[in-house]
């Protein structure tokens, strides 16, 4: 097995219509990545990440700078660096950054698979 480094720095950002910038640093053409999907996220004034339900998909946000706001169930809680957010299969969240400040996250989208241990469990 060897090693790969990423220079997230050097990853192309790709701009979301009204939902920020993107950047894929973990995937299968960076490093052979398989079953997960890495992302660095900037939300700007005005910009809203909108994650839809995904069906057998774990997500997790974490929050890298500045300050937002994340909606679950209808309800929106504050966040800042540091603060970080799991939806599990078909859960959805909505967030945005504050003020006119940049929000950073780091979105990481793995989808189930059954490994050999919970295939024997199962």
């Not at 701009?15 to 640093?25: D, K």
């Not at 006119?100 to 469990?121: C, M, Q, W, Y």
């Amino acid at each position: 097995m060897s090693t790969t480094f990423i220079h997230t720095a050097d990853c192309p950002r790709r701009r979301m219509a009204e939902a920020g910038e993107v950047a894929e640093i973990l995937n299968p053409q960076l490093c052979g990545a398989k079953n997960v999907l890495g992302m660095l996220r900037w939300l700007g004034n005005g910009d809203r990440l909108a994650l839809a339900p995904r069906a057998a998909t774990h997500q997790l946000l974490y929050v890298m700078e500045g300050d937002g706001s994340i909606a679950l169930d209808g309800k929106d809680y504050a966040v800042g660096r540091g603060a970080g957010v799991y939806l599990g299969p078909n859960e959805t969240a909505t967030v945005r950054a504050s003020g006119n400040g940049t929000l950073k996250l780091f979105h990481l989208v793995v989808p189930e698979v059954k490994d050999e241990i919970s295939a024997r469990v199962a």
